[in-house]
């Protein structure tokens, strides 16, 4: 059974920052991506950041390029979504997911998915 679980999420003023975590239980990463996505109301679930299993690549949607940013610790199976300068419209569900090599950007190719931990941004 894998599982990633998600904490850090809450309520924070715009402008503020939030630090999530992902911790990986269940089987040996090696090899697998992990990335962050988000889903707001009425909205689809979007691709934020991924990093590769060495941590030596990632890549970031514009819509948080500079404010946002994704570690790992593979000695603790976790990632972390380090998230900076906080808009309103950061509002949603973070989700942690997984996936092997690159396919972690695409969200049809995810293999493991968080339950999600929310995040509001107050105005």
């Known amino acids: 059974q894998v599982q990633l679980v998600e904490s850090g999420g809450g309520l924070v003023q715009a402008g503020g920052s939030l630090r999530l975590s992902c911790a990986a239980s269940?089987?040996?990463?090696?090899?697998?991506?992990m990335g962050w996505f988000r889903q707001a109301p009425g909205k689809e679930r979007e691709f934020l950041t991924a990093?590769?299993?060495?941590?030596?690549?990632?890549s970031v949607a514009d819509s948080v390029k500079g404010r946002f940013t994704i570690t790992r610790d593979n000695a603790k199976n976790t990632v972390y979504l380090q998230m900076d300068s906080l808009k309103p419209e950061d509002t949603a569900v973070y989700y942690c997911?997984?996936?092997?090599?690159?396919?972690?950007?695409?969200?049809?190719?995810?293999?493991?998915w968080g339950q999600g931990t929310q995040v509001t941004v107050s105005s």
């Open positions: 997911a997984a996936a092997l090599g690159s396919r972690v950007t695409r969200k049809a190719l995810i293999q493991y």
């Open positions: 269940g089987r040996a990463f090696s090899g697998y991506g």
């Open positions: 990093i590769s299993w060495t941590g030596g690549a990632s």
